[in-house]
Structures are given as structure tokens and as C-alpha cells.
């Protein structure tokens, strides 16, 4: 895994250690390496290029994305939008 330094601001910190504090995530990383996913696959949706099923598609890309996350802790994460 690489490593990369960011400067947050002290709000949006807060909001990330309390997502962590709320047990949604182990630690404040894995939030940085979620939120880069969503937001990955959120840029991806309509730049993919559709063979058959679009919708279908876009699950295929989400689900390889989530891979490296837990079951339980994409349950809490999906919970969130809700």
C-alpha cells in the first residue's frame, strides 16, 4: 500500500473521527481510502462503457471496489445514504 500525506481541515477531521468514534470504521484511513472509493466510482458512473446492462455494470465496478472493505462494515456504509 502507498502512502500519502493530506492537510483536512478541523471540521470535516471531526466528521471523520466521528464516523470512526460511531464504530462505522476502524480508523480515520479507512474512511480517506472509502471516501476515495466512492468517489472514484461515482466519477466512473456514465464515463463506463455500457456492453449489455449499465445498472448491472456499475454494480460489477462497485463490488470490486468494496472488496477490500468487510461485509459488516459496507452494510454500515450503505446504512449511511439511507
Known amino acids: 500500500m502507498d502512502v500519502a500525506q493530506f492537510r483536512i481541515p478541523k471540521g470535516l477531521m471531526r466528521e471523520v473521527d466521528k464516523l ?3 464504530g ?3 480508523n480515520k484511513s479507512d474512511v480517506i481510502r472509502d471516501a476515495l472509493r466512492r468517489l472514484i466510482l461515482e466519477n466512473q458512473v ?3 462503457r455500457s456492453k449489455e446492462n ?3 455494470e456499475v454494480r460489477i465496478a462497485r463490488k470490486d471496489l468494496s472488496k477490500q472493505v468487510s461485509r459488516k462494515d459496507l ?3 450503505n ?3 439511507k
Open 20 to 22: 470512526v468514534e460511531k
Open 46 to 48: 456514465g464515463t463506463l
Open 75 to 77: 452494510k454500515k456504509i
Open 79 to 81: 446504512e449511511l445514504g
Open 54 to 56: 449499465s445498472v448491472r
Open 24 to 26: 462505522f470504521y476502524s
